[in-house]
């Protein structure tokens, strides 16, 4: 770790499309910042950018300076906390932040370890930096108000707008048109549909003929996935009515296009369709004891369902079956990519059967799960002071997610923004606030184990007390209210014991087991907290 100097400067760059006045690029912002480190007499020592998306959860985000989850800055900011230099230097103060969140994120990281910021641009002020920050967020809300309102405007014209082109289509300009290469595979496929064609088939028959798919900026890892056929089929309606569906800010707009499709080809693909709905009884509820836990080698989660309700006799003719059957499947439906080892089905009740049989086997001899219980545990001992900080961190984040939220209700009240606006903005800190208080519940739990002394001894006994029941939930029971409680109760015991059920070739069934110490405990509590409560209802 470096030692604070005083003369150890760091570097902050950002660009962002949401800047539409001064534009520098990332060269010249460095370029002038090393210029007044220079001045300055200061050593620049790192140099933290933001200047290409970045992934939050499932989606890709621009560096905007109203986001203080940026890399390059939490990156600079974590590396303050550890005296790596004392000085930030940033080409303007927009650079830093643009919102009232970013801006509470570098202020207190300044305030906090007396950090100096120089501008190349400007002079910073910190007492002025809220103000700042607030026209900032004040100048973006009214731009992305005013897009918003010039998107709507073009949509209620029946202009087309950005968004993916449906297959069959392209946009020129604002119009939409057709693309006759694509048009003319969009009426193959409703063609195959209607003479029940599976889909596979049809998967095979597009790649055959080298059909062109939509071009994207990412390469396609399955040619012609059966998803985009079934998109193309869901938009039967949209092909042949001639309407494109625009959603804006919960706004509903059709866009008018060429239709491809007949209204005979719609009408006769609706009938066919509706012969093709899953029989009501393929979808009876059936308990699955290993349901969400096996893999196969493809590597894909494996689903399950009852078998179909009808079968082929040994002259080809389909006759209805007389008993249903339970099926655990691999969903890995592209040939391509299916493993040689993956059987792709296994009967249900052998799986369950054989799954339970080994979590008795590990019940009756729990010392296994409880070593590696025993060194998870030591792990997160060693590891209490990250846990607390991150605790701290959480917390912190929950308290800027309140400030944020008055601070969105007193724009509304002094009508500067919508009530709508509010509604919006309040409901996505909320979202916030709940994935942050599940994260809390999760450090909090973990602290909590790592702290108890005893469990050991309580897991043990709770593990000991599963095995004396075992005789009991492997009983044959008459009733169904009674086989599906006994399910639940299974259910639990496999969901606190295993990790995975690897499935590989003839059906070979691998399960890996793990102690969910935490789970146990859990049920413990739960077990005793309503054995008290029924003792004093009597």
Excluded at 386 to 395: K, T
Excluded at 474 to 487: D, K, M, P, Q, S
Excluded at 495 to 516: C, P, S, Y
């Amino acid at each position: 770790m470096l030692e604070k100097q005083g003369t150890k400067a760091a570097i902050y760059i950002r660009t962002s499309s949401e800047h539409q006045g001064e534009k520098a690029s990332p060269d010249e912002q460095e370029a002038d910042c090393r210029r007044l480190a220079g001045e300055h007499g200061l050593t620049v020592v790192a140099v933290y950018r933001d200047t290409e998306r970045y992934r939050v959860r499932n989606r890709l985000v621009d560096p905007s300076g109203t986001r203080a989850d940026r890399p390059g800055l939490v990156a600079m900011l974590r590396d303050a906390t550890e005296g790596h230099f004392d000085t930030i230097i940033a080409w303007r103060e927009d650079r830093l932040y643009r919102g009232m969140r970013a801006m509470l994120s570098v202020l207190e990281a300044i305030q906090e370890h007396k950090l100096n910021v120089l501008l190349a641009r400007e002079t910073f002020d910190p007492k002025m930096a809220p103000v700042k920050a607030w026209v900032a967020q004040m100048e973006l809300d009214g731009m992305r108000e005013r897009m918003t309102m010039g998107v709507k405007a073009r949509l209620r014209a029946g202009k087309a707008n950005t968004g993916q082109d449906r297959y069959g289509y392209r946009r020129n300009g604002e119009v939409i048109e057709i693309v006759e290469e694509e048009a003319h595979w969009v009426r193959e496929i409703f063609g195959w549909y209607v003479e029940r064609v599976p889909q596979l088939e049809i998967r095979r028959r597009l790649i055959e003929a080298n059909a062109p798919q939509k071009g994207s900026s990412v390469p396609r890892r399955i040619q012609w996935a059966i998803s985009s056929i079934q998109a193309i089929l869901g938009a039967a309606k949209e092909y042949t009515f001639g309407i494109k569906i625009q959603t804006r800010c919960g706004e509903v707009f059709e866009i008018p296009v060429p239709p491809i499709l007949s209204k005979a080809t719609y009408q006769r693909f609706l009938e066919v369709r509706q012969g093709n709905k899953t029989h009501p009884s393929h979808n009876l509820k059936r308990d699955y004891l290993i349901m969400g836990l096996v893999y196969c080698d493809c590597p894909r989660k494996w689903g399950a369902h009852s078998t179909s309700p009808r079968k082929r006799n040994s002259k080809g003719v389909l006759v209805e079956r007389k008993t249903r059957l339970g099926v655990y499947f691999c969903p890995e439906r592209h040939a391509e990519h299916v493993h040689p080892d993956c059987p792709r089905t296994i009967g249900a009740k052998k799986a369950d059967e054989y799954v339970w049989s080994k979590a008795c086997e590990v019940l009756s001899n729990p010392d296994v799960l409880l070593l590696a219980a025993r060194e998870h545990v030591d792990q997160l001992r060693q590891r209490a002071a990250e846990i607390q900080a991150e605790n701290e961190r959480l917390q912190e984040e929950l308290d800027n997610l309140a400030m944020e939220r008055q601070w969105v209700i007193t724009r509304a009240r002094k009508g500067l923004i919508t009530d709508d606006d509010m509604g919006y903005q309040l409901s996505a800190l909320s979202l916030q606030e709940l994935h942050l208080k599940r994260e809390m519940m999760t450090m909090s739990e973990t602290a909590r184990l790592s702290a108890l002394d005893n469990w050991e001894d309580t897991a043990r006994e709770y593990l000991a007390t599963l095995y004396e029941g075992l005789e009991e939930l492997n009983a044959e029971l008459e009733t169904e209210e009674e086989r599906h409680e006994l399910f639940q109760m299974r259910r639990q015991i496999v969901l606190a014991l295993v990790e995975k059920v690897l499935i590989g070739k003839d059906r070979k069934l691998t399960v890996v087991f793990k102690l969910d110490v935490l789970s146990l405990l859990n049920q413990m509590e739960g077990d005793q907290i309503e054995m008290a409560g029924t003792c004093s209802r009597k």
